[in-house]
């Protein structure tokens, strides 16, 4: 009876505890990219978990999207720095952007606090393509040079990276056609408006009766695709794709940074939001302000030095 009776309280506890945790007032959710994509999808998870934990809270997201994401990094410094404003950030946007110059920040003007999933790179095609597996992309691709069009999630994106490193590694020239998100991009996708994409799982798995994924860029097949090889299957030392988080505006305080990155680590533990992301092809990461200096020193070097394969800041 005493260990029922202790069990209970933890369980009667948790809801506090979490309740203790949670912001004064409503959120603001700022997205950098248009309804429809990974970081809106993301952003709705979460909506639905932070609201069944803090129930006196709404989350309110909003967009401002443009210039693959610049519009919205460029401006967050602008936004009350309260604890209440969060906005989304990507990886390796924030990097590549900067260097490449025609933006309006840097990547140091930039303040995540929680990194929570990574999304896969993968390659897909319509549904109603001729183009029924990879080594039929390969062979259409060297076949005519230059006449295969890829859709992609911005310009100097995860996407675009991704896209110029399929073709170095496998000798072919595609052309890369930016959009301003997965939202976007998906109509000209399934519509066959361009041949296909270099997108993510998360497109791959929530289309899957519309698209065709042909090689994803994973240690293992992803267990929702098991049919689709992985790029080191394919011979080609390649697990890659896009961080996705939060940040916010620079002159928010210490405390307010911490309980902002502590809730989100709750949000990304709750089993709810596992499941959710586990069906939409996230693979969650918990980086929060205690790990945040190392993980973006090194998320930097990495990504500075691949930016030479887009040919960034030699204009």
């Known amino acids: 009876m005493k260990k029922l009776i202790a069990a209970l309280g933890v369980a009667l506890l948790a809801p506090l505890a979490m309740a203790q945790g949670c912001p004064d007032k409503n959120v603001l959710y700022w997205q950098a990219f248009p309804?429809?994509?990974?970081?809106?999808?993301?952003?709705?998870?979460?909506?639905?978990?932070?609201?069944?934990?803090?129930?006196?809270?709404?989350?309110?997201?909003?967009?401002?999207?443009?210039?693959?994401?610049?519009?919205?990094?460029?401006?967050?410094?602008?936004?009350?720095?309260?604890?209440?404003?969060?906005?989304?950030?990507?990886?390796?946007?924030?990097?590549?952007?900067?260097?490449?110059?025609?933006?309006?920040?840097?990547?140091?003007?930039?303040?995540?606090?929680?990194?929570?999933?990574?999304?896969?790179?993968?390659?897909?095609?319509?549904?109603?393509?001729?183009?029924?597996?990879?080594?039929?992309?390969?062979?259409?691709?060297?076949?005519?040079?230059?006449?295969?069009?890829?859709?992609?999630?911005?310009?100097?994106?995860?996407?675009?990276?991704?896209?110029?490193?399929?073709?170095?590694?496998?000798?072919?020239?595609?052309?890369?056609?930016?959009?301003?998100?997965?939202g976007d991009m998906a109509t000209a996708v399934m519509g066959a408006q361009v041949d296909g994409a270099m997108t993510y799982t998360a497109f791959a798995i929530n289309n899957k009766t519309r698209i065709r994924p042909l090689a994803v860029a994973m240690e293992r097949r992803h267990p929702l695709m098991p049919d689709v090889p992985t790029f080191r299957e394919l011979g080609v030392d390649w697990v890659d794709g896009a961080y996705r988080g939060i940040g916010v505006p620079k002159g928010t305080s210490a405390a307010d940074r911490k309980k902002i990155s502590d809730m989100w680590a709750t949000l990304n533990n709750d089993p709810e939001m596992k499941e959710l992301a586990a069906k939409s092809g996230f693979e969650l990461v918990n980086v929060g302000v205690d790990q945040m200096d190392a993980f973006m020193r090194d998320k930097v070097k990495l990504y500075t030095e691949g930016a030479s394969r887009l040919n960034l800041g030699k204009k």
Not at 46 to 75: E, F, H, N, R
Not at 95 to 104: K, L, M
Request: hydrophobic residues 40%.
């Open 35 to 182: 309804p429809g994509g990974e970081s809106d999808l993301s952003a709705r998870h979460q909506q639905v978990v932070l609201k069944k934990k803090c129930p006196a809270v709404d989350t309110i997201i909003q967009y401002k999207a443009g210039a693959g994401g610049a519009l919205m990094w460029s401006q967050m410094n602008q936004l009350p720095a309260d604890g209440l404003n969060v906005v989304g950030v990507n990886l390796p946007h924030i990097v590549f952007q900067p260097i490449e110059g025609q933006v309006q920040y840097k990547t140091a003007d930039i303040t995540p606090v929680f990194w929570f999933h990574y999304t896969p790179d993968i390659l897909v095609v319509p549904e109603q393509s001729p183009i029924k597996s990879f080594a039929d992309f390969i062979k259409a691709a060297k076949a005519d040079p230059g006449k295969l069009s890829l859709g992609g999630s911005g310009q100097n994106s995860a996407n675009h990276a991704a896209h110029e490193r399929m073709n170095a590694a496998f000798g072919v020239k595609t052309i890369y056609v930016p959009f301003k998100g997965t």
